[in-house]
T-cell receptor
Framework: GQQLNQSPQSMFIQEGEDVSMNCTSSSIFNTWLWYKQDPGEGPVLLIALYKAGELTSNGRLTAQFGITRKDSFLNISASIPSDVGIYFC????????????FGTGTRLKVLA | EAGVTQSPTHLIKTRGQQATLRCSPI?????VYWYQQALGLGLQFLLWYDEGEERNRGNFPPRFSGRQFPNYSSELNVNALELEDSALYLC????????????FGSGTRLTVV
């Protein structure tokens, strides 16, 4: 199936540490999205990026739309136990379609 | 404002049977997306409906089908169920226009035995 490459696949970190994850594609995207999924729930939107080079923050989260439009990065600063979950990137193909393809996910575990 | 609602929350079917999953979008949203999430894996794009029409389809066999009704709610049908169809099926809705992004429901957990 169609999925974006997301890394790392999983990570254990200590509370208070910063976290970085990224997503790459062979296709150019118009929009990059970052979602978080808690167990038994649907993904919840964290950050939306609409322009190449855009850097957007949401509290302790910061995401960037790569200038090649083929990648995106998410950083979490000073992680806390409730950051545990699966983080997904998603890309929307260039104009003409509003189809969204998701990454393979990064499973984050925070050690208190 | 009510979010995206999916029903049922859990569904158990026998191999070979048919399953019907339902999704009600957020009021005002005209696009509905369906994704399959097998256990421990990412989201695989299944179908996208907008204004009652199928706009795009993922790499799934024809026994996965669906439709969107005039009130923008949607149904996903899976025929001739196979064991590997067991997964969380997620529906998302989106308002027409740039700047709007998909909002997800909590999903239907389908188990095929």
């Amino acid at each position: 199936g169609q999925q974006l490459n997301q890394s790392p696949q999983s990570m254990f970190i200590q509370e208070g540490e910063d976290v970085s994850m990224n997503c790459t594609s062979s296709s150019i995207f118009n929009t990059w999205l970052w979602y978080k999924q808690d167990p038994g729930e649907g993904p919840v939107l964290l950050i939306a990026l609409y322009k190449a080079g855009e850097l957007t923050s949401n509290g302790r989260l910061t995401a960037q739309f790569g200038i090649t439009r083929k990648d995106s990065f998410l950083n979490i600063s000073a992680s806390i136990p409730s950051d545990v979950g699966i983080y997904f990137c998603a890309g929307q193909f260039t104009s003409g379609t509003y189809k969204y393809i998701f990454g393979t996910g990064t499973r984050l575990k925070v050690l208190a | 404002e009510a979010g995206v609602t999916q029903s049922p929350t859990h569904l158990i079917k026998t191999r070979g049977q048919q399953a019907t999953l339902r999704c009600s979008p957020i009021s005002g949203h005209t696009s509905v997306y369906w994704y399959q999430q097998a256990l421990g894996l990412g989201l695989q794009f299944l179908l996208w409906y907008d204004e009652g029409e199928e706009r795009n389809r993922g790499n799934f066999p024809p026994r996965f089908s669906g439709r969107q009704f005039p009130n923008y709610s949607s149904e996903l049908n899976v025929n001739a169920l196979e064991l590997e169809d067991s997964a969380l099926y997620l529906c998302a809705s989106r308002q027409t226009g740039t700047g709007s992004v998909p909002t997800f429901g909590s999903g239907t957990r389908l188990t095929v035995v």
